[in-house]
């Protein structure tokens, strides 16, 4: 490779380092990511938006010989990662940090070979759709890959409102329910806030420009690794998150999506399927049955992106997607669905049956807690709030 590239690479580094040292909030991944022994690769994936990018520079920040670059730089379109990676470690950097690592051709088998010649570590981020193990099962034996959710409600406040809130496990809430909303009893009403802005970093101005030219990168760019993307499928792709924004609880079902797309129910089942490994939608599986339908959300903030379109939200689907974008990340969920006509509590989380509802929520379910909007406690009520603090 020529000098000129490498110095422009190196500065380029630098330059984003520096940049990376404004912030001084970190998410809860950094800390996991430095226990990992040295002798594993490291890989972050995650929708676009999260933070991965400034993740990976506050790590190269506070790592010796360190660079960074992205994968789809310009400079090195006509070198392989390979070429680029062994130029630099010529220079004697020993830690590698690649972004978008998806975007370079054959990357999984350019990181088997840097591995096996233990000249560098190699810390990458990537799609939500990267999957080591199906790309290469020899690359996963070396690599430790981690996924960076959405920003939770904690997070989202510590880092937009300059807050210090600590996590707080799913037991103590579960438990201290009542201490706990005393104690943060003015983020109560910004739960909503939250679930307009919230999950994805992007700055105050222009969030929803960069979030609709988030959305538009995922369909045309990641999922081109699942397969090949044609206008009808981007098409396709777009109604069907629009669908599920739109639609209550349990409505948006394989058979009304094919309807309301007008295609296969297997298509369907296929969109959905690209659309869960692309991160934008999460499939909560029913409890004790793979033949019954998973209830559809979308992750945060995209049921509120798509209701600037001109629809009212169904609260109880947002409420729901709240509850579900937090759970998901700290126990295993699923839904609770009962013989024709039989009322259930909405899920189950670990061991606990919670139904999720108003304030006024009843009891007839018999859940073990009922998170409910509002401050509301005694009787198995949880503030529905309270769940995003649990990441």
Known sequence: MEGRILSSLIATSRRLMAWAGKFGERRFLYDELGLIDEEYYVGIKGVRGVGKTVLLLQL????????????????????????????????GYRNIFIDEIHRKPDW???????????????????????????????????????????ASFREWLNIKRGLSIPKHPLEEILSRAFDLSNMYIELAGLWREYMEKGGVLYPESGFYDALE???????????????????????????????????????????????????????????????????LIYAVQPCGSSRK????????????????????????????????????????????????????????????????????????????????????????RVPLFLFGLVY
């Open 213 to 279: 030219n988030s959305i538009r990168k995922v369909i045309l760019e990641d999922l081109s690794a699942l397969r090949e993307i044609s206008v009808k499928y981007e098409t396709d792709a777009y109604r069907l998150l629009y669908y599920i924004a739109k639609s209550a609880p349990f409505e948006a079902k394989y058979s009304s999506i094919a309807k309301e797309l007008g295609v296969s129910k297997n298509m369907a089942i296929r969109l959905v399927d690209d659309l869960s490994k692309a991160g």
């Open 60 to 91: 190269a920040r506070n790592t010796e010989k360190s660079v960074y670059f992205s994968a789809d730089s310009v400079l090195i379109k006509p070198f392989t990662l390979y070429d680029v990676v062994k130029a630099l470690a010529e220079m």
């Open 293 to 380: 339908e998973p209830k559809l959300y979308l992750t945060v903030p995209l049921r509120m992106f798509f209701a600037r379109k001109g629809f009212n939200v169904n609260i109880g689907a947002l409420r729901e997607e709240f509850f579900v974008n937090h759970m998901r990340w700290v126990s295993p969920i699923c839904y609770l669905k009962g013989a024709r006509g039989e009322k259930t509590a909405d899920f189950k989380v670990g061991n606990a049956i919670i139904e999720v509802g108003e304030k006024s929520k009843s009891r007839y379910q018999r859940p073990d807690y009922i998170a409910v909007d509002g401050l509301v406690t005694g009787r198995g």
């Open 108 to 150: 999984s088998e350019d990181l088997k070979s840097l591995y096996d010649e233990h000249e560098v570590r190699v810390f990458f981020s990537g799609s939500s759709s990267i999957d080591i193990v199906t790309l290469s099962a020899d690359l996963s034996r070396r690599v430790v890959l981690k996924e960076l959710p959405p």
